[in-house]
């Protein structure tokens, strides 16, 4: 038994066996009695015709103390993992004696092939029982056919998403979207039932004329719109496009950037800042700390869960932002905007996220629209990997962002550089951060929690409109 006073207790069947997982019990506070209760037996003879014998029980109890804490062993046990092998006649072969190292070892203990023996470190999602409250069999009269299944009567994982009538174009399709689908009309026309929404409906047009493509961040740094209604708005003036240079970007109607040279500057570029212990420091230390880290990992049993954000249709008419704003702090014309940082990346200054996805026209840096610009009036075809751009300028745009980054970090943190050697300049790199789901979403002002989601913006976005 392990004991942690601050904590819970561990109860172990095998308290040797590291592979052994151990019950736990959580600490709870009480104000109990502790009791010895001695139970005494006497015989004696009982006079009646039958001269039975029947003992005489006599109970005595003593109070020893108080008791303040309590242990609870709530959950059920969790299932063991045991170091065998299966020999060649079937049976099981023990090998925790050349699994676990007891004492200093030999170099030729560590080159032994072996079965590699590593268990998870959860093996069960729930550790409590739960009651599943099955429904009974409903009795039908004699004669009663059941309906034949359809995709209406299924139960799902979760409920339906509601429908937003996007519009999704792939960068090898042929044609693209002059006008947005009838019932993305009708969705936005039921909900635009006040000024505010027809404002921004015109503020997002006069967006779409400046310039034909945009991120859905760079939307929310530029007109106050509560998110759920820019879901229904989006697809009623732009298409969304899937793969390619401009991919996870919204694109006016009738607008095709394969066809035009100068929509080269709306690409989209996906940079992660670089980070690894090579070059003085671990991502624990960066500036820019990641959303999610699997150092924080949580049961799905948490009970502190995030509260849904729920929007009814009625809701959306009466317009989001006007009547809640009100009792806020700031005013409706800037209560859902973002910062510019959320989609401008100016020199001196840190991403608010590790993973951003920037338009090239949002990079704010002459070197960086230098290596843009390198090709300018020689654009001779759009290809799916570089767009306009020639080839590797995604790569050089992200080497000469990473650059200023680190100089950010090294003014900013010097102690994590003193016992590291520079390169020569030009040539300084940090590792890549690869891995499709690190965070970016976008940030959000402190008084609006968002809707729920996934914490990657492109996925997030294909998931509300799919």
Same mark, same amino acid.
């Given at each position: 038994?392990?004991?942690?006073?601050?904590?819970?207790?561990?109860?172990?069947?095998?308290?040797?066996?590291?592979?052994?997982?151990?019950?736990?019990?959580?600490?709870?506070?009480?104000?109990?009695?502790?009791?010895?209760?001695?139970?005494?037996?006497?015989?004696?003879?009982?006079?009646?015709?039958?001269?039975?014998?029947?003992?005489?029980?006599?109970?005595?109890?003593?109070?020893?103390?108080?008791?303040?804490?309590?242990?609870?062993?709530?959950?059920?046990?969790?299932?063991?993992?045991?170091?065998?092998?299966?020999?060649?006649?079937?049976?099981?072969?023990?090998?925790?004696?050349?699994?676990?190292?007891?004492?200093?070892?030999?170099?030729?203990?560590?080159?032994?092939?072996?079965?590699?023996?590593?268990?998870?470190?959860?093996?069960?999602?729930?550790?409590?029982?739960?009651?599943?409250?099955?429904?009974?069999?409903?009795?039908?009269?004699?004669?009663?056919?059941?309906?034949?299944?359809?995709?209406?009567?299924?139960?799902?994982?979760?409920?339906?998403?509601?429908?937003?009538?996007?519009?999704?174009?792939?960068?090898?399709?042929?044609?693209?979207?002059?006008?947005?689908?009838?019932?993305?009309?009708?969705?936005?026309?039921?909900?635009?039932?006040?000024?505010?929404?027809?404002?921004?409906?015109?503020?997002?047009?006069?967006?779409?004329?400046?310039?034909?493509?945009?991120?859905?961040?760079?939307?929310?740094?530029?007109?106050?719109?509560?998110?759920?209604?820019?879901?229904?708005?989006?697809?009623?003036?732009?298409?969304?496009?899937?793969?390619?240079?401009?991919?996870?970007?919204?694109?006016?109607?009738?607008?095709?950037?394969?066809?035009?040279?100068?929509?080269?500057?709306?690409?989209?570029?996906?940079?992660?800042?670089?980070?690894?212990?090579?070059?003085?420091?671990?991502?624990?230390?960066?500036?820019?700390?990641?959303?999610?880290?699997?150092?924080?990992?949580?049961?799905?049993?948490?009970?502190?869960?995030?509260?849904?954000?729920?929007?009814?249709?009625?809701?959306?008419?009466?317009?989001?932002?006007?009547?809640?704003?009100?009792?806020?702090?700031?005013?409706?014309?800037?209560?859902?905007?973002?910062?510019?940082?959320?989609?401008?990346?100016?020199?001196?200054?840190?991403?608010?996220?590790?993973?951003?996805?920037?338009?090239?026209?949002?990079?704010?840096?002459?070197?960086?629209?230098?290596?843009?610009?390198?090709?300018?009036?020689? *654009?001779? !075809?759009?290809? @799916?990997?570089?767009?306009?751009?020639?080839? =590797?300028? %995604? /790569?050089?745009?992200?080497?000469? #962002?990473?650059?200023?980054?680190?100089?950010?970090?090294?003014?900013?943190?010097?102690?994590?550089?003193?016992?590291?050697?520079?390169?020569?300049?030009?040539?300084?790199?940090?590792?890549?951060?690869?891995? *499709?789901? !690190?965070?970016? @979403?976008?940030?959000?002002?402190?008084?609006? =929690?968002? %809707? /729920?989601?996934?914490?990657?913006? #492109?996925?997030?976005?294909?998931?509300?409109?799919?």
């Amino acid at each position: 038994i392990y004991a942690d006073p601050a904590k819970r207790l561990e109860l172990y069947f095998r308290p040797r066996d590291p592979y052994c997982h151990p019950v736990c019990a959580n600490r709870f506070p009480t104000s109990s009695l502790l009791l010895r209760v001695s139970r005494r037996t006497k015989r004696r003879q009982q006079q009646d015709a039958e001269k039975q014998t029947q003992p005489e029980v006599k109970f005595e109890m003593e109070i020893l103390g108080i008791v303040t804490t309590v242990y609870k062993f709530q959950g059920m046990s969790d299932f063991q993992y045991l170091a065998v092998h299966s020999g060649p006649d079937g049976k099981q072969i023990s090998m925790y004696d050349k699994v676990l190292m007891l004492k200093p070892e030999k170099e030729e203990f560590f080159n032994r092939e072996l079965p590699l023996y590593i268990p998870p470190p959860i093996f069960s999602r729930l550790d409590t029982p739960v009651d599943y409250f099955y429904r009974p069999d409903i009795q039908h009269r004699d004669g009663y056919n059941n309906p034949q299944v359809s995709g209406e009567n299924l139960i799902g994982l979760s409920r339906a998403r509601r429908p937003h009538n996007a519009i999704f174009v792939n960068f090898d399709d042929e044609e693209i979207p002059a006008k947005p689908l009838d019932a993305a009309v009708q969705t936005w026309k039921k909900v635009c039932t006040n000024p505010v929404d027809r404002k921004v409906e015109e503020e997002l047009r006069k967006l779409f004329e400046v310039r034909p493509v945009w991120s859905r961040n760079a939307v929310k740094a530029n007109i106050s719109v509560h998110p759920d209604k820019l879901k229904l708005l989006l697809p009623y003036l732009a298409y969304y496009m899937l793969t390619g240079p401009w991919r996870s970007l919204w694109v006016r109607f009738g607008y095709d950037p394969r066809k035009h040279p100068e929509a080269k500057i709306y690409q989209v570029l996906d940079f992660r800042i670089r980070c690894g212990m090579k070059y003085g420091y671990a991502p624990n230390d960066m500036p820019v700390k990641a959303k999610r880290s699997t150092y924080n990992y949580s049961l799905p049993i948490t009970v502190k869960k995030p509260v849904s954000h729920t929007v009814s249709i009625h809701d959306l008419k009466q317009g989001l932002g006007t009547s809640a704003a009100s009792t806020s702090k700031k005013p409706a014309s800037s209560r859902y905007k973002l910062k510019e940082s959320i989609y401008i990346f100016r020199e001196g200054a840190l991403p608010p996220y590790r993973q951003m996805f920037y338009q090239l026209c949002d990079l704010n840096v002459e070197s960086l629209q230098k290596i843009i610009r390198r090709n300018d009036g020689a *654009e001779s !075809e759009c290809t @799916e990997r570089d767009g306009w751009c020639l080839p =590797k300028t %995604s /790569d050089d745009l992200r080497d000469s #962002m990473s650059l200023m980054i680190k100089q950010i970090i090294r003014s900013t943190r010097p102690a994590l550089f003193s016992s590291t050697t520079s390169s020569e300049d030009g040539k300084e790199q940090l590792t890549y951060e690869s891995g *499709e789901d !690190e965070d970016d @979403e976008e940030e959000e002002e402190e008084d609006f =929690k968002p %809707s /729920d989601g996934s914490e990657n913006e #492109m996925e997030t976005e294909i998931l509300d409109y799919v």
